[in-house]
């Protein structure tokens, strides 16, 4: 369980976050949705420490995370795995080697058992047979899941997804989804995802909060968001004609 | 003037997480060994070409400035040698590697932080400054040292080449002139201003690539500042330690 609260954050004066408190579940998906700019990355990476808040608490079941020194908030990183928006695969260094890059640095496996670990998480998000090639190589949706991999590698407590699915086809992205939901459930980890894809939200939504501005302005699940009455989160939900005409069907 | 000193602060921020006690000795020690070979081997070429053909110069035109009889042509191969063994291996190949390694390093860093590879590297719990440029550091230390050597020589061959085909000079008193009163220390004072280069060329560059902010457009300008910079760093400290080892 990660609890946040009352967290802030600003940059050069220009206010991204403002009073952020939310709980974040364990063995659930959870989700922060919001339009771009809204402060979803700066929110993921003030969690987990990439941004220094200004202000608030950052608590990793009873540990106060924002407010740890140096070293021992490397204790607490090696339990997180974390997907960046653009993948952030090591170019220098092939499939097989970014995802026992972890593996490398912070245990004491043989090369056998590291090379086996790797090909079951690589298996894990159906990359087979790609083991020598670079990230250059790969395709968008191929980065994905091998960053995926690479987060899993040392079975973490905590996983956290930048847009997981952004610039991939509806199918893709849902088989992305899906994926990130099993292993959830699998090793009941605490997973929080950005997203403003709706497709996702209806998929795997069992909670989400909904930011807009650097405001939370809604929390719920996927079943409540289609009747709230949140102005900004209906401008959201809805901003398509396709949502926009299913919703006046619905409420007729 | 207080950007110049928020800029120096970080500067030393950097070298001190550089500077912390390494996670994993054994990857470490890896990506030593892989540096040696992208910042040090692949720089063997440059600096040999570059070095022979200063050599040449420099005996032709030593040449062509002692036509005096008065002057002994062993001048020449004198000339040759005190000029590649005080400036040219060290500071004008420092010059050229601040170029060549110096925009690799910045943009290699620089990269690797717009597209998040840093980030990722620290959600991991490394300490990615160490990591990316503690074995960048070692290795240009190590292997600097021994460019400069390698350019002393294959100047100084250089220059007796030219000298011989182009007849200003005899092989036997070129050979003669190479070895007139020449003083070691010289030769220490040319290896310890290396040293310094080389920390100065890797240390700035990756400043320069380790605080990028924005996208490519930035990593471009870093690596034109990282060349800028480090070249600036190196002709101020080679008067310093010019007059500090020498005087
Ligand atoms: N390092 C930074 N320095 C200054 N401002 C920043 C920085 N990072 C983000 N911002 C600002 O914070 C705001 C929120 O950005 P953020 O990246 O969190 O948006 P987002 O919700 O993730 O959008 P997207 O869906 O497009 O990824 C933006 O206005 C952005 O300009
Ligand atoms: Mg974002």
């Known amino acids: ?15 991204v976050l403002e009073n952020i408190s939310v709980v974040f579940e364990t063995g659930k998906t959870n989700l922060i949705i919001g339009q771009s700019g809204s402060g979803k990355t700066v929110l993921l990476k003030s969690i987990v420490g990439l941004h220094d808040a200004d202000s608030g608490e950052v608590w990793f079941e009873d540990t106060l995370f924002n407010k740890l020194p140096f070293l021992e908030k ?83 407590k905590y996983l956290f997804c930048d847009e997981p699915n952004s610039g991939l086809d509806p199918l893709t992205a849902i088989v992305i ?29 069992e909670k989400i909060i909904f930011i807009s501005k650097g405001l939370k302005c809604w929390e719920g ?16 939900v809805f901003a398509n004609s396709l949502a926009k005409r299913l919703r006046s069907e619905y409420r007729k | 003037m207080i950007k110049f000193l928020t800029l120096v602060g970080n500067y030393f921020i950097l070298l001190k997480k550089v500077f912390s006690k390494p996670e994993k000795p054994s990857v470490y020690y890896k990506q030593t060994m892989r540096e040696l070979v992208f910042l040090g081997l692949n720089s063997v070429g440059i600096i040999a070409i570059i070095s022979f053909f200063m050599g040449a110069v420099i005996t032709l035109q030593t040449a062509y400035n002692t036509e005096n009889p008065i002057y002994p042509k062993y001048l020449i191969g004198l000339g040759c040698r005190d000029s590649m063994i005080l400036e040219f291996s060290s500071t004008i190949s420092a010059l050229i590697l601040a170029g060549k390694i110096g925009s690799n390093i910045a943009s290699e860093i620089g990269t690797m932080r ?56 005899t092989p ?18 040319s290896e310890i201003k290396t040293v310094f280069f080389a920390f100065i060329i890797t240390s700035i560059s990756a400043f320069q690539g380790y605080y990028v902010e924005g996208g490519s457009l930035e990593v471009g300008k870093a690596s034109t500042k990282a060349v800028v910079y480090s070249s600036l760093l190196i002709l101020l400290f080679n008067v310093i330690l010019t007059q500090l080892l020498l005087s």
């Open chain 1, 1 to 15: 369980m990660i609890t946040v609260k009352n967290l802030n954050k600003s940059f050069n004066g220009h206010r």
């Open chain 1, 74 to 156: 490397k204790v607490i990183r090696s339990e997180m795995g974390m997907l960046f928006q653009g993948s952030a695969l090591f170019d220098s260094l092939t499939v097989e080697q970014n995802v026992q890059f972890p593996l490398d640095m912070f245990t004491n496996k043989t090369n056998e058992e590291k090379i086996e670990r790797v090909n079951f998480c690589l298996k894990r998000v159906n990359i087979l047979n790609s083991n020598q090639l670079f990230p250059s190589e790969l395709s968008g949706g191929m980065k994905k899941r091998v960053a995926i991999a690479r987060a899993i590698a040392l079975n973490p």
């Open chain 1, 177 to 205: 989804d899906e994926l990130i939901k099993e292993l959830t459930m699998e090793y009941s980890m605490t997973t929080i995802i950005n997203t403003h894809d709706m497709n996702s939200v209806m998929e795997i939504g």
């Open chain 1, 221 to 236: 699940d996927k079943n409540e968001i289609l009747i709230s009455d949140c102005g900004p989160l209906n401008d959201f």
């Open chain 2, 114 to 169: 717009v597209t998040e590879q840093i980030d990722a590297l620290e959600i991991m719990g490394v300490n990615s400054a160490s990591y990316l440029i503690l074995p960048k550091l070692v290795a240009t230390i190590i292997f600097n040292p021994i460019l400069t050597l390698l350019a002393i020589a294959v100047g100084i061959t250089g220059g007796g080449l030219a000298g011989w085909f182009s007849g200003v000079v």
């Open chain 2, 172 to 189: 036997e008193s070129y050979i003669y002139g190479i070895q007139y009163e020449f003083i070691p220390y010289y030769i220490t004072y």
